[in-house]
């Protein structure tokens, strides 16, 4: 006799998708009582030296539609170029910057904000100091792997000039899909995951 092996429904084929949501910002996806507010939510207080600027943006697919259902995180210096980190080595990080930050995009328009400083200037592996910018990581459906990329400043045209990461670009008219659009204190930064205006993406 045969024996009916009642074969399981298959789970949801969303790899990142909600579920992303639900492990690391559960008040945003109304689950409360797990944590007072979600992590990385706030990253200065009344007393965080530097200058206060916000960050704001999308993650677009290839069809030109924001993504709402994207995780965005980024990690930065704070404004004396110090990181928030037990590695670094160069003096003490302002105790009170967190130095990173995690938010989703908004279910209604997709949009990600960060409340933050400017980042001083920080060296690179070789000594030369690098333009001041913001490293972003990006997970959303079908994402297995987190994206990362950085956001340089409009007004920072010399600095970003000198910068050894920017140099190492080939085709150069792709080195202003790092550059946010804006001016202080706002700053824009769209993150296209495909197509003519694709992000330059880092393998870190």
Known sequence: ???????????????????????????FCGISGIYETDLGSSMVNDRTLGQRITVTGRVIDGAGMPL????????????????????????????NFAGWGRCPTSAEDGV?????VKPGRVPF????LMAPHITFWIVARGINIGLHTRMYFPDEAAANGEDP????????DRVETLVAAGESP???FDIHLQGEKETVFLDI
């Open 165 to 172: 990461l920017l140099a190492k670009i080939e085709h150069r």
């Open 1 to 27: 006799m045969v024996q009916d092996l009642g074969y399981l429904k298959e789970t949801a084929s969303q790899t990142a998708g909600p579920y992303v949501h639900i492990g690391l910002t559960p008040n």
């Open 68 to 95: 709402k259902d994207a995780l965005v995180e980024i990690w930065q210096a704070d404004a004396a170029g110090l990181y928030h980190s037990p590695s670094e080595t160069r003096g003490s990080a302002d105790p």
């Open 112 to 116: 990600f904000v960060f409340e933050t």
């Open 125 to 128: 592996r070789d000594g030369r």
């Open 186 to 188: 706002v700053y824009v």
